[in-house]
Every structure is written in structure tokens, then in C-alpha cells.
């Protein structure tokens, strides 16, 4: 067995045991072509490492990993001994877990990066030899950890907040507060990478001030939904939009109830594409997780589509959730095969988001309703940095 652990370490690490750290280590050593040599892996709290550093680099601090080559890299000369032993690699648990949350990884994903940048260490690679070293072992953990975890297609999915519910708010009252304009930018601050307002016909939330101030005011990308009618047409090609996403839109519905019907109205749609495209704004098209919509929105030239997620998250069996879970899923891979990008949304929360962010095809979840919901008992800020941890902890999983 090529991988040994000895554990000092006290305590369990949340959520990855020891089983799981050796198949990570040992992938990490067949990634890097040296799956026949052994390493041990030593587990560590923050004051043996501070012991070991002090006296094998004379630095008297803790630190996150040590490497003990068992000689200087891959010496062939070594072969006659039989010996296939890269050497030693010594982790601190308790610096790991700080980084870790720190950094907003999982304890996997920051265990991956330290046994990656150890066994780096082991083949030769330091970052503390020169800038140049230092900038070639980064690019090299950088491409071992995307071979570990390469099962996405794009890189975490960005979260865009949807401010309807700021300006239903504010509505109820017709006065000036809450703004969504100012909300807007709480959500950038707290590190939401889009802003998303729907300019309604019957303008019950968004009105047209807000949707020209947030044009002058979104740092990040401002996504306008709107159905297609020439009026909204209009505004959004005199405003410019970063993105446009064009959705049904009943008068009577609460909020968008399913996706647009592409396939029964192409020729309609493709005018209104052709037109946007004209003014310089992307189109994505709001469809449900269904091949026929997709192979329409491929055909009438839409750039995005942002899948529904709405039935996902309404199903109320965990068998129906599963369902709905895997259209969505194949949709995506459908969509994206065809070169469309995908965006996703709808009913999204904290509880059912994660499965949907974990999905390597998705580029964007737009997220309203239970963000605003929470961020009347947490703040706005907190309620997007809770969902942002979500997604950030969702892109980790196998
Ligand atoms: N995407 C689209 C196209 C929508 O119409 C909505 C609701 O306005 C959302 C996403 C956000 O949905 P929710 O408010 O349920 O998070």
C-alpha cells in the first residue's frame, strides 16, 4: 500500500475519514505518475508541527504542512535498493481546519491542496527556491487539483440575486424604502457576482427608476427578466443590460409559473433574439428541463438558457425530488453539449440549492425569494454569504 497514515491527531476530521484521505492521497499519486512509490502521511495538531518546524527549519511557529523528502526528488540511483519511498508529509489538522474555513473550502478540498503541495514538495517542486519555482508550483497544484476535481465543466456557479421582493416590499407601501437599488449593492458587497430584477408589464415590483439606476449602479452583471413585449423590449435596449432573460408572464401568476414554450413560438422569439442581438445584449431563454426547449433555444440562436428549477424544488417526496433533480441534470448536459451556457433557477433555498450548484454544467443560479426571506431575520449580507457558502461547499463534492 503505498499510502500510510499515522494520526496524532485527536479528534475525527469533520466529515473526511482516514479511509477517505488515503484514496485522496493515493489518486493525487497516480495524477502525479508515481503511484508506486510509498509516502507516509503524517496527521498532526498545530503544536507538533510547530516542534518539527522549529527544529528541522528553525521557524518557531505552526504551519499548515512539512515535507520530508526521502531524498532530493526521484534519484534513480536509489533504484538498486529496491526502496520506492518518496518520503514523509506532515499535516497540521488544526492549521488545515482554520484554513479551511478561512477560505471557505471543505475540510476535503483544503486536505486535497496540503497532500497535493506535500507530495509537490516531495517530487522536488519549492515554491520558496525562487519566483519562478514558486509561480511553476502553483500552476502544477493548480492542474493536479482540477484533475481531481474535473468533474466540472465550468468553474463554480456564480450567484445572482434576484431584489423583486425588495421592491414588493416597498410597494406595499408605494413609498421610497426598501430600495432595491441599494439592496443590490449590499448583495455585490457580500459577493453575489449578478444582480436580477424582473421589469414586470403590470410593474408590481420593479419599476422602470430601477431598473435605470441599477444599470448605473451594478458593478457585477445586471440580468433583466422580462416576457417579450415590445414595451420592456424597449427599456431594456435603451438601458443595455448585461444579460436578458426572457420569461412567460401571466398577469395573473404570483411569479413566473413554468418555462417558455420555445419550441411553439420560434419565429416570434428569434425576432426578438435577432433584435438584442443587434443592440449588443445576450439572450438567455427561461425553459424547463426539456430536450425539446433545448434543441429549440439551440435553433433560434439563444446564447444562455437558465433551466426551471421550480419542480425540483417543489417536489414533495425525496423519489419525486430525484426525478426532477436528474431532468435538470441531463437537460444541463444537453444544453451545454449543444454550446448553449446554462444558467439555472427558481425555488432555489438553502436546503436544495447545493444539489443544483454541485452540477459541473451550470454557470449561474439566480436566487430570490428565500435569500430576501432570510434576510429579514439575518441581514442581507449574512442571508448571501450563507447561500454563497453553499455553493462554494456544493462545487467540492463527488
Ligand atoms: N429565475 C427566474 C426566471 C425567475 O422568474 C425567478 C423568480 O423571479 C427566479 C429565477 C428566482 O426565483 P426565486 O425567487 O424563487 O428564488
Redesign the pocket.
Known amino acids: 500500500m503505498p499510502i500510510a497514515i499515522s494520526s496524532h491527531y485527536r479528534f475525527p476530521i469533520p466529515g473526511l475519514p482516514e479511509t477517505e484521505i488515503i484514496e485522496l492521497a493515493e489518486r493525487l499519486l497516480k495524477e502525479l505518475g508515481v503511484s508506486h512509490y510509498n509516502v507516509t502521511l503524517c496527521l498532526t495538531d498545530d503544536a507538533e508541527i510547530r516542534n518539527l518546524n522549529h527544529t528541522y527549519r528553525y521557524k518557531n511557529q505552526a504551519t499548515n504542512v512539512l515535507s520530508f523528502p526521502f531524498a532530493e526528488g526521484l534519484e534513480e540511483d536509489l533504484s538498486y535498493t529496491g526502496l520506492r519511498e518518496l518520503g514523509d508529509i506532515v499535516i497540521s489538522i488544526d492549521t488545515a481546519l482554520k484554513e479551511a474555513y478561512s477560505f471557505n473550502q471543505s475540510p476535503k478540498f483544503r486536505m486535497t491542496w496540503l497532500i497535493a503541495h506535500g507530495l509537490l514538495h516531495l517530487l522536488g517542486f519549492d515554491h520558496e527556491r525562487s519566483a519562478e519555482d514558486a509561480a511553476n508550483m502553483v500552476i502544477q497544484e493548480k492542474q493536479l487539483l482540477n484533475r481531481i476535481f474535473k468533474t466540472r465543466s465550468c468553474p463554480m456557479p456564480q450567484l445572482a440575486i434576484?431584489v423583486?421582493?425588495i421592491a414588493t416590499i416597498r410597494q406595499a407601501r408605494g413609498g421610497a424604502e426598501p430600495d432595491p437599488v441599494f439592496a443590490a449593492s449590499i448583495c455585490e458587497l457580500a459577493g453575489a457576482k449578478g444582480i436580477?430584477v424582473?421589469l414586470r408589464e403590470d410593474r408590481r415590483h420593479i419599476q422602470d427608476r430601477d431598473v435605470y439606476l441599477l444599470r448605473k449602479t451594478v458593478k457585477t452583471r445586471l440580468n433583466l427578466?422580462m416576457g417579450a413585449n415590445n414595451e420592456i423590449i424597449d427599456i431594456a435596449c435603451d438601458i443595455v443590460p448585461d444579460l436578458v432573460?426572457l420569461?412567460p408572464e401571466k398577469r395573473q401568476e404570483l411569479?413566473?409559473e413554468g418555462g417558455l414554450d420555445v419550441a411553439a413560438q420560434k419565429k416570434k422569439l428569434a425576432k426578438v433574439i435577432k433584435k438584442f442581438t443587434k443592440a449588443g445584449i445576450p439572450v438567455s431563454l427561461?425553459i424547463d428541463p426539456d430536450p425539446a426547449q433545448i434543441q429549440a433555444s439551440h435553433d433560434i440562436g439563444a446564447q444562455f438558457v437558465?433551466i426551471h428549477t421550480g419542480r425540483y424544488c417543489d417536489a414533495l417526496s425525496e423519489k419525486q425530488q430525484d426525478i426532477e433533480f436528474d431532468l435538470i441534470a441531463t437537460a444541463a448536459e444537453e444544453a451545454s453539449r449543444r454550446g448553449l451556457r446554462v444558467n439555472g433557477?427558481?425555488?432555489?433555498n438553502y436546503q436544495n440549492a447545493d444539489r443544483i450548484a454541485a452540477l459541473s454544467t451550470i454557470e449561474e443560479l439566480?436566487?430570490?425569494?428565500?435569500v430576501i426571506s432570510r434576510a429579514a431575520f439575518t441581514g442581507l449580507e449574512q442571508a448571501v454569504k450563507d447561500m454563497l457558502q453553499i455553493i462554494q461547499n456544493a462545487q467540492v463534492r463527488w
Open positions: 434576484n423583486d421582493h436580477v424582473h427578466e432573460t420569461v411569479t413566473t427561461f437558465e433557477g427558481h425555488g432555489l439566480s436566487i430570490g425569494h428565500s
